[in-house]
């Protein structure tokens, strides 16, 4: 109700309007607004635009004022909503408004406004991320390639283009002199009027409501901040922390990030740095994922060095970045996409830390000739989802234990199967070098090994006792 009763505040029936333009808006700016517009403000705003326009006749630039009355019977809508959807087009660029009062009369000037050219909608970083999330990547796609050219080479092409001089020639100074005074009063555009323009019009979305008092405070003082912050970069700086919500302390830091040599920023690389900021921050699938580190308040070696290899093993993995492990071990080769895929799933869909999940990591690629089949991969980190491993020393337990598991399982199968499946097996994943497993496994193996090699020596002795005992007694 407290809506309804708001836009009686603002505009009535009685009130008068005269609708204007001082540019032509033509069957292109028509596609312009149909296509990348109405996917913004809807059809009603489309509409609105387009009656409002109507009422300016053929290469007429002004019409004659009427009352709102009108409007409302013209769209078949209540003024309420001609008052909310007014506040779209002017909210997008597409209509500024004027309001002159005078006793009891109140009469609106609505100056249509052009849209944006195709290159402007799409270099915008506001209108173009709007239009992203509302129509999807594929319309999106369509609606860009509908006004994208084919760069054309013309570097075996000479411009041989003529001048306006080499066709024309200029007035003799008789002819200019005896017609000065009519020539300049004729030139000359009478005061209070203008000339229509073809100009694509230029407008601003935002007022700066972005607080840069703070932003210049947290820059660093050796940067300058009226040689940084120029008119443009002060724009795009509005627009990106309106798009990306981004405070001036968050922006600060991504500037910085961003100067060049001479303390100027690079509006591309700023627009990078904060897409990439905002992906890192906020959204569930940011390519720098892969690139965190494990916290440092779940880290156990810390503040002093590791005393044996197993604790270097574990500083490497509490330290380094799941992306950065991989690298490591493809002798600093990129990454194929499809990793880097796995290890956000273990970051994102199964939530595990960066260092636990470095240990599967490098636990399976050593199980697995330096692969990471995505099954083995899923099928260990649900395991230790559900345990809610936490550190890298619990992981390293685990697959410790895994590796254990999988010897005996193997011992048991290569005792079970005949003698022709051995060739079989030994191309299988389960046979793997010594020299490929992490140390701290091959450790655990030989650990192992031992403690059964002094169970079998015990047995074997405890064997050879009885059968002394037996000997001796059978003598008797």
């Not at 011992?411 to 793997?432: L, P």
Request: proline share 4%.
């Amino acid at each position: 109700m407290k809506k309804m009763a708001l836009h009686w505040m603002h505009l009535l029936p009685v009130d008068r309007y005269i609708v204007r333009t001082s540019t032509e808006i033509n069957e292109f700016d028509r596609k312009l607004i149909t296509l990348l517009y109405q996917p913004l403000i809807g059809a009603i705003a489309h509409s609105l635009y387009f009656a409002l326009a109507s009422e300016l006749e053929r290469d007429q630039y002004t019409c004659e004022e009427t009352t709102h009355k009108t409007l409302m019977t013209m769209m078949g809508i209540p003024l309420d909503k001609i008052y909310e959807e007014r506040k779209k087009l002017e909210a997008i660029g597409l209509l500024k408004v004027y309001k002159k009062k005078e006793e009891d009369t109140v009469t609106y000037l609505y100056e249509i406004q052009k849209p944006f050219s195709p290159l402007e909608f799409f270099k915008d970083d506001v209108l173009s991320v709007y239009l992203y999330n509302r129509v999807g990547k594929h319309r999106y796609l369509q609606l860009r390639d509908r006004f994208t050219l084919d760069k054309f080479n013309k570097d075996n092409f000479d411009d041989t283009t003529v001048s306006f001089s080499d066709v024309f020639t200029s007035l003799h100074h008789s002819e200019i002199s005896s017609h000065q005074g009519e020539l300049s009063s004729t030139l000359a555009i009478e005061e209070g009027q203008e000339i229509v323009t073809h100009k694509d019009h230029s407008y601003k979305i935002f007022e700066e409501t972005f607080d840069f008092s703070m932003l210049t405070a947290h820059l660093s003082s050796m940067i300058n901040p009226r040689k940084l912050l120029t008119d443009n970069v002060r724009d795009t700086i509005i627009r990106l922390a309106f798009v990306y919500r981004m405070d001036p302390l968050e922006m600060s830091k991504v500037i910085q990030d961003s100067l060049l040599q001479d303390d100027t920023v690079d509006i591309d690389v700023l627009r990078e740095k904060v897409k990439n900021w905002y992906r890192f921050t906020h959204t569930s699938e940011p390519p720098a994922l892969g690139l965190r580190t494990h916290p440092e308040h779940l880290r156990t070696i810390v503040g002093r060095a590791p005393t044996n290899e197993e604790e270097e093993m574990v500083l490497h993995y509490e330290t380094a970045s799941p992306l950065t492990l991989l690298e490591s071990r493809s002798d600093g080769a990129k990454v194929p996409v499809a990793d880097v895929k796995i290890v956000e799933t273990l970051l994102l869909d199964y939530k595990l830390l960066p260092g636990v999940a470095n240990v599967l990591i490098d636990f399976v690629l050593k199980m697995s000739n330096m692969k990471l089949p995505k099954p083995l991969v899923e099928k260990i980190a649900g395991q230790w989802a559900r345990k809610n491993v936490k550190n890298v020393k619990e992981a390293m337990e685990l697959a410790k234990a895994e590796f254990k598991d999988r010897s005996q399982w193997n011992q048991k199968s290569d005792s079970a199967q005949a003698k022709g499946n051995s060739v079989k097996r030994q191309s299988s994943n389960r046979y793997v070098k010594k020299d490929r497993l992490p140390k701290w496994l091959t450790e655990e193996k030989k650990d192992t090994k031992g403690e059964q090699d002094d169970d079998l020596s015990k047995l074997k002795e405890e064997l050879e006792g009885k059968m002394k005992q037996f000997k001796s007694q059978k003598e008797v």
